[in-house]
Each structure stands twice: as C-alpha cells, then as structure tokens.
C-alpha cells in the first residue's frame, strides 16, 4: 500500500462512496468522506491484523495485557493513516479532490475513554507496543458515554453528556461469540472433599454478560496490529423467558436490563479522587473478570500445558489499582475453577501481575467499604481476607520490627479494603511514573511495603508517542527536522539529539521560528472561529493545558495574569512582551473550588479582552472542552509550557513531555518529569522556580506556612485577593470568596501565595529571553533536542526489559 498514488487513492474514495454508500463524490458530505477513508484503511489492515494474530499464535511468546479504566485514544483516523503510511497520500488526495483534510479527519467524534494523563498514557504504551513490535494488547471499558462534553456558559463549566456513539464508530468489531459471563452477588457455599480439600460453589448470581469489541492498534509503518479489546455490559436476556412472564414482571426485567447496561454506562469524570460507588466497584470487577477469563481461555486454546506456566506465557500490567482485583479474581479462577491450592495459584498470581502507581494524592488512593466488597463479590471478598491475614500473619512471625506498622499495612483495615496495598502485596512490580515519584513511593508512601519488598519497587518514567505528537499533530516542524537531520528520528526518536549541532546555527534558526509562527497563525485562527476573539500571533503564547485541579495550580497562573492586569491599569504604557494566556482544562463535575478556578479564568478573560488600556497587550483565552483533539491544536503553537504543580504532587506529568517535544520552554517547579527534563536541558533552557519537593512535605509536616504574613508583607497578593473577595470580579460579591477563604484560612494548602512571587519574577526573566530571538530558538531547538528520551518507545522497552521479560516478536 506504500506506493498508492493519489490518483488510485481518490478512485479508491470514489468507488467505495458510491459502493459502500451509494453515492457520488459531488453529493458526498465530509462524513461520508470520513467514512470512506476509515473503510479504506479497514481494507488495508484487516488482513495484517488477522496475519498478526497469527503470528503471535505460532510463535507463541509471552503477551502483554496492559489493563485499565481508561484508554484515552482521541481520534484514530489521522493516526492511523499515518501508521499504516497512507497519510501523505491521503493528504494529497483529499486536497486534490478540492477538500480539506482537516475538515474529513475532524468528523471524528474523540473516543474519550479516559480522564487525563494516566488514560492518554495507555494510549501511547498502545501505540509503542505495537510500533514496537511487542505483543502488547489493552482491555477496558467501552463506555456509552465517555468524559463529558464541557460547555462555558456565563463563564461556568457546564457538563453535557458525551455520546460518542450516536454515530457508527468505524474502529471497532463487536466479537459476540467471544462474549464472556461475569457473576456478581450470590451465595457462596464451601464442601470439603474427600481429599481435605475444599471446592467453592455460587448461587443465585447476577449474572452480566461481557461482550467485546475490538479495536485494531496499528504499528507504525511495521504492519503489526495489536488489539484493544473493549467490554461492554449487556443482560443474559433469554427472550422465551421474558415473553412468558406477566407484564409487570417485564418491566422489572427492562429495569433489571437498564442497570446492567449502565456497569459500561459511563467514564467516571475524576480520576485524582477516589469516587467510592458500588457502580464503579462493578465496573473494575466487570473489566477485570472479563479480561482475565478471556486471557485464561486464550492460554488454554494455544498451550496444551498446566496453568502453572501462565507466567511464562502472560503479563499483566494494571494501570493505577483500578483493576487490582485482577488478583482475587486470578486466584478464584485458578483454584475453584482450576483445581488449584491455595499456594499454586498464589505463586502463579503474584508471577503474572505488576501494578503501576501513578499519584501519591492520599485523596485518590482507593479503598471500599469492606460490607459493600462482601455483598458485591463474596468470593473475591473472602479471597482478599485470606490474602490479608497471610499478608499479615507473615509481617508478625517474619518480620517482628515491623509489627506495630501492621495496621498501616494491612489489606483490611477500619472496615476499609485498602486496594494500593492489596496490589502491592499481590503482584511482582510496583512501578512509579517518574524518578521524584518512585523516590517518594520508597521513602514516604510505600517506605513500610519498600522495606519488605525492596526488589519489588522500580521507576518507568512516562513517555508520549512522538509520531502522535510531532509527526502527526506538527508536520511543519517534522519535516523540518526530517530536512535537518534525516528520517531516523522517526523510528529512533533518540537521534533528535543532532539537532543539537545546529542549535546555533543562526538561519536554521530562523527557520524553526517560521514553523511556530506558521503554528501560532493557525491556532490564531481556530481561537476566532471558536471565540471570537483575535489573538495577536507575535504575542508569547503562554498554555496551560490540562485537568484542573488545586495541585496543578491553574490559580497561580491566573494570578500573574491578575498581577499583569493590576501593573498595566496603574502604568499603561509599560513597556511589555504581549501576551496570550492560554488554558484548557476539564474540572471534575462535583469539585467546587476547581470549577471556581475556570468560573475565575473567564471573568478575568472576559475583563482584560475588552479594556481598551490592556489592548495589544494581554489577552486571556480560555478554550472549552479540552480534549486530545484540541491539545494537537494548541501543543503545536505554544512558546511556553506551564507546569507549575505544588513540587511533590505531580507524579510525573507528560504534557510537559509533548510541549517539549514541540518546541515549547517549560515554566515549571522541581516537579514530577520537569525534574528530568531539568537534568537534560540544564537550568539555562528551562525556567525553574518555587519550593522544592523536600521543602513542601517539610511544611507540611511542620503544619504549612503563614499565609496570612505574605497576605499582610506583599501589597501585589494583598491586592488581588482583595479583589477577590470585594467582588471586583464577580457579578456578586460572594462569587470567589471560597478560593480568598481558601487561601488564607485554610492555609494555602497548594503553596500558592509562597511561590507567587518567584514565578513573578521567572515570568520576568521569560519576557527577557524572549526578546533576545537566538537565544529564545535556541533554547527551543535545544528542548526538541533532548525530548527523544520522553518518546513512550523508551518507556516500553524499559518495561519489556525490565519488567515483562518479552521480546520484540519479529523484525
Ligand atoms: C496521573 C498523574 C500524572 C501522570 C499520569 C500518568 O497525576 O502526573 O503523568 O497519571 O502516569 N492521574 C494521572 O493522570
């Protein structure tokens, strides 16, 4: 397919219309185009996807199963086409036939499976492995409804539902005959067998099915295609049955239907809060269940052999403790299914599980009620008890210095079944996501579970997929580097070090200055098509794009903007850099002082805009509904990358990783990634600021800082919280006084007012530099430089080697 034409690929364009939906080009709608192009690709890789199985039947290595809530893929078209080496043509030939491409790749509805960060993450580990060449697959949740659509009404967020749906998904392959049964509830009764032994039996279950859908995972230009097996909740609906019953009897079957389709309902929209409803317990136990069956079912069909060698054969990596049931559910099926004791099918579970951490947010470790576990899944309740009291009946005998700590440790404890611990006693790695973050799991949060299993806990700092987020979302910058320093980047990502012996090199320079202009102009425009509003593209580009969220600190951004405002007002004709502040951000729909923080950006916004003094000079624009989509928007456009979280909060962070990678300088604390990126680029190329890591959890064990003093000693943070809570900015006066009551009674818990004014005065030093042109692209191409390290291909093959034992299958 690599050498198609764009000739061949408009008739291909042209005859599918017309065969697939019986139409001719001049009446074919975008959509219509859309779907013909997902169906030429469809064509193109459904051969190598069966191939692909095939192979990995035949050879019959070790295969990953990466399991998660959340697969936050976006759209696929575009990247697809690109991985299956059919973009370019695509390109060409939709423009030749008079159309934009943009515009047909833009009819596709984001799959927006995931929340933020640790979804996009398994995202990108989909698309290394299967680039990669590993036998890597995903399985979760095909939700109905994924992360709600976010409206700006009045400047507040308002929370649609997402039905992404509504229209055919071209992507996916419904595999009914692969459906698999899920119990929950019921009666456990326990025998003894003539051996001793005792067999486990369930009664009066409610049973789900699980029906699959699959997604395909195109490699890159390798012709591998990996799955992403998706489960959704459907009844065991026996039609006889139904008819046969009174009606009232029916409308309580259709109840009974309903709730059962709503286990795959909807995403859950907070993933740094834990969100403890028993539907959302159903769902990881629903994913968990599934996934496991159909994993134990593959391995019998191709190993004619003992699960006692499921190791050898299978991997499982759980994304955040979400899916740590898999543990109980693991050693269910091998022992009451399998005829397994108790130790066999211990040995095997712990040998095939690995558990990633991604937040050390007390707020966000997940624990259940232990009656509402027992009702739900009494097996897999009684399970964990036993895991628990082994777990603790072995810290007392084995390790007697650690026996006061035993209620920390414990899987049950106050009633709670505490699931951060039950995956680390129950799987072989603990992984954190970033250095900083894998240090604190060792020494603060995990230090007890560190001590019993030091060779358990290892780092894999977070990697994005560079041909998702250069090649793909900037195409203007990939071919200038591809001119620069060849094609090798592409699949070695390592080799953009070369740009480093051009990075003084002052007309190529220019030359990556032109690219980001080109990029400002376009993002210029999409701002006005969606706003209204015009942005000048001379203007710094300032983005901060992410969910928001009290750590992540959107405030002290708004803040500085504030502060700018306030100068500006006394001495308008100060001589600034103009700025574009830009924000995209989701707040989770029952989180109060978050959505404060998005009602505060817009009335900022919708002040400084239109006052005729700041005109030329700031403007605020805050994008709504950010999604993948939109980030391969703005990414691509920004001079400067906020990553500005309370040091110690953010594990690792990989918008940060993706603005690098684009050429944007990080405006950031000792934080997450920022640390590493720090140790790449050195402090010249960064702009660091604020308390460290170690300084924060000192404050915090010494009972914080005095808020109150720096409201009192600097007139700049006396101001704007005056400002806030005088109502200047609200439309009443008690608008924003939770965030004013926030800061100077509570605390300021995230260390707002205590970094405020050494971010000030980085953004001094931001406006400095970038008035001096070389240095400024210099340090650009210097970040683009170093940013082949946060490719998630590194990540992989780190956890391939280090944590997986597999291979690349071929190649
Ligand atoms: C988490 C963290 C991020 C991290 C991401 C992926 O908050 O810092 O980059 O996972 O590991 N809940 C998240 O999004």
């Not at 291909?12 to 939906?21: E, G, Q, V």
């Not at 009494?378 to 005998?397: A, T």
């Not at 502060?563 to 006394?570: A, P, R």
């Amino acid at each position: 397919m690599l050498e198609l034409t764009a000739e061949a690929f408009k008739e291909k364009i042209t005859n599918k219309l017309k065969t697939d939906r019986g139409i001719e080009i001049g009446d074919a709608s975008d959509k219509d185009i859309y779907y013909v192009i997902a169906a030429i690709v469809n064509e193109e890789i459904m051969p190598q996807w069966y191939d692909t199985q095939k192979k990995y039947e035949e050879k019959n290595n070790k295969q990953i199963f990466y399991l998660s809530m959340e697969f936050l893929v976006g759209n696929l078209l575009q990247s697809n086409l690109l991985n299956c080496g059919m973009l370019d043509v695509s390109n060409q030939a939709l423009k030749e036939l008079g159309l934009d491409p943009e515009n047909i790749y833009a009819k596709e509805h984001d799959a927006a499976l995931g929340n933020g960060g640790l979804g996009r993450l398994a995202a990108c580990f989909l698309d290394s492995l299967a680039s990669l060449n590993y036998a890597g697959h995903g399985y979760g949740i095909r939700y109905r409804y994924g992360l709600f659509e976010q409206r700006i009404i009045n400047g507040n967020q308002v929370e649609l539902p997402d039905y992404w749906l509504k229209n055919d998904y071209p992507w996916e392959t419904k595999k009914e005959d692969e459906a698999v049964c899920i119990h929950f509830h019921g009666d456990v009764h326990m025998f003894k067998k003539n051996d001793g032994t005792l067999e486990f039996n369930y009664e009066n279950t409610d049973k789900v099915m699980a029906i699959p859908y699959d997604i395909p995972i195109i490699g890159y230009e390798n012709k591998v295609i990996n799955t992403l097996r998706l489960w959704s909740a459907e009844a065991v609906y026996d039609e006889q049955e139904t008819l046969a019953t009174e009606n009232n009897e029916f409308y309580h079957d259709l109840d009974h239907k309903h709730s059962i389709e709503q286990i795959s309902g909807f995403l859950y929209p907070d993933d740094s809060n834990h969100e403890g409803k028993e539907l959302r317990l159903k769902q990881q136990y629903f994913l968990v269940s599934s996934s496991i069956q159909h994993i134990i079912k593959n391995f019998k069909k191709n190993n004619h052999t003992s699960l006692r060698r499921l190791p050898e054969k299978v991997v499982i990596q759980i994304n955040d403790t979400h899916p740590s049931l898999a543990i109980p559910e693991l050693m269910r099926i091998l022992m009451d299914e399998e005829n397994f004791s108790w130790n066999a099918a211990w040995e095997v579970t712990t040998k095939v599980i690995a558990y990633t951490n991604h937040t050390t947010l007390s707020e966000a470790l997940e624990t259940w009620p232990k009656g509402m576990l027992e009702h739900l899944l009494p097996r897999i309740y009684m399970i964990i008890d036993e895991i628990n009291e082994r777990f603790c009946k072995g810290i007392w005998y084995d390790h007697e210095a650690l026996r006061d700590t035993i209620p920390s440790l414990a899987i049950i404890a106050d009633d709670q079944v505490h699931m951060a611990r039950l995956a680390i006693v129950g799987s072989f790695s603990v992984n954190g996501v970033a250095r900083i973050h894998t240090e604190i799991l060792k020494k603060q949060e995990m230090k007890h579970f560190y001590n019993l299993f030091p060779d358990r806990f290892n780092n894999k700092t977070n990697g994005i997929t560079h041909r998702r987020w250069l090649l793909q979302a900037n195409p203007n910058l990939a071919s200038l580097i591809t001119d620069v320093i060849g094609p090798q980047w592409i699949k070695r990502p390592k080799q953009l070090i070369s740009l480093l012996k051009y990075s003084k090199d002052s007309s190529l320079l220019e030359k990556f200055d032109q690219v980001k202009h080109e990029n400002k102009k376009i993002l210029a425009n999409h701002i006005y098509e969606r706003t209204g509003i015009l942005v000048d593209d001379q203007s710094i580009f300032d983005v901060q794009i992410k969910r928001l969220h009290e750590y992540k600190r959107q405030l002290l951004n708004i803040f500085h903007i504030i502060y700018l405002y306030n100068e500006l007002k006394v001495n308008p004709n100060q001589d600034i850099t103009p700025r574009t502040f830009i924000f995209g951000a989701k707040a989770a729909p029952s989180y109060h002082l978050a959505k404060e923080v998005i009602k505060l950006i817009n009335t900022v916004a919708s002040i400084v805009n239109y006052d005729p003094d700041i005109r030329g000079k700031l403007k605020v624009i805050f994008l709504e509904n950010y999604n993948v989509s939109l980030a391969e928007k703005i990414i691509p456009a920004a001079d400067i990358s906020e990553q500005i979280s309370t040091a110690s909060k953010e594990a690792s962070g990989t918008g940060n990783m993706k603005l690098m990678m684009n050429g944007a300088l990080t405006v950031g604390t000792l934080d997450g990634a920022n640390i590493e990126i720090n140790d790449l680029v050195g402090n010249q190329n960064m702009f660091i600021f604020g308390l460290t890591a170690d300084e924060v959890m000192d404050y915090y064990q010494h009972g914080g800082f005095d808020a109150t003093a720096i409201y009192n000693t600097d007139d700049r943070v006396k101001r704007i919280l005056d400002q806030l809570n005088q109502g200047e900015f609200g439309s009443h006066d008690i608008e924003f006084k939770d965030i004013y009551y926030n800061i100077l009674y509570h605390n300021d818990p995230y260390f707002v007012l205590k970094d405020f004014e050494p971010y000030i005065e980085t953004h001094e030093i931001v406006e400095r530099t970038y008035r001096d042109r070389l240095t400024w692209l210099n340090m650009s191409v210097t970040n683009i430089a170093h940013s082949g390290k946060f490719s998630s291909d590194r990540t992989i093959r780190e956890y391939a080697t280090d944590i997986w034992k597999v291979k690349q299958v071929w190649g």
